[in-house]
């Protein structure tokens, strides 16, 4: 399950996952939330927060991930990433070059450094 963070500057987009999150998850609430930010900007910020919650991703969520990354691959301005989740850090850490925007790990217990870095 995807729930959107609020209360975040109107280019910045959060979203936290619990549970397990799905393809439906990425439909319903991050692609058109996506969409609608760059409809009025043309670059955007993300803050992703896979707490302790979050137990793991289904194949066609993670499928959903890469689609709208590469979608709107030049439209990422900076990205968050707050985990604990070691495949999930070493993931970001491998793919991170592959995106040209500013992308930064956090842990739990700096979420709230990561959201102000995320909408400086």
Same mark, same amino acid.
């Given at each position: 399950?995807?729930?959107?963070?609020?209360?975040? =500057?109107?280019?910045?987009?959060?979203? !936290? +996952?619990?549970?397990?999150?799905?393809? #439906?998850?990425?439909?319903? *609430? /991050?692609? =058109?939330?996506?969409?609608?930010?760059?409809?009025?900007?043309?670059?955007?910020?993300?803050?992703?927060?896979?707490?302790?919650?979050?137990?793991?991703?289904?194949? +066609?969520?993670?499928?959903?991930?890469?689609?709208?990354?590469?979608?709107?691959?030049?439209?990422?301005?900076?990205? +968050?990433? *707050?985990?604990?989740?070691?495949?999930?850090? #070493?993931? *970001?850490?491998?793919? +991170?070059?592959?995106? =040209?925007? !500013? /992308?930064?790990?956090?842990?739990?217990?700096?979420?709230? *450094?990561? !959201?102000?870095?995320?909408?400086?």
């Amino acid at each position: 399950m995807i729930e959107q963070i609020q209360d975040l =500057p109107d280019n910045v987009l959060g979203f !936290r +996952a619990k549970g397990i999150v799905t393809a #439906a998850d990425y439909e319903a *609430v /991050i692609v =058109p939330s996506v969409e609608r930010t760059l409809s009025k900007h043309s670059k955007m910020r993300i803050l992703y927060h896979l707490g302790t919650e979050f137990s793991g991703f289904e194949a +066609a969520a993670m499928w959903e991930d890469m689609k709208i990354g590469l979608k709107h691959l030049t439209s990422w301005e900076k990205i +968050a990433v *707050v985990t604990e989740v070691d495949w999930i850090r #070493a993931a *970001v850490k491998a793919f +991170a070059f592959l995106l =040209p925007a !500013r /992308i930064r790990l956090f842990n739990n217990s700096e979420f709230h *450094v990561a !959201r102000e870095w995320v909408c400086e």
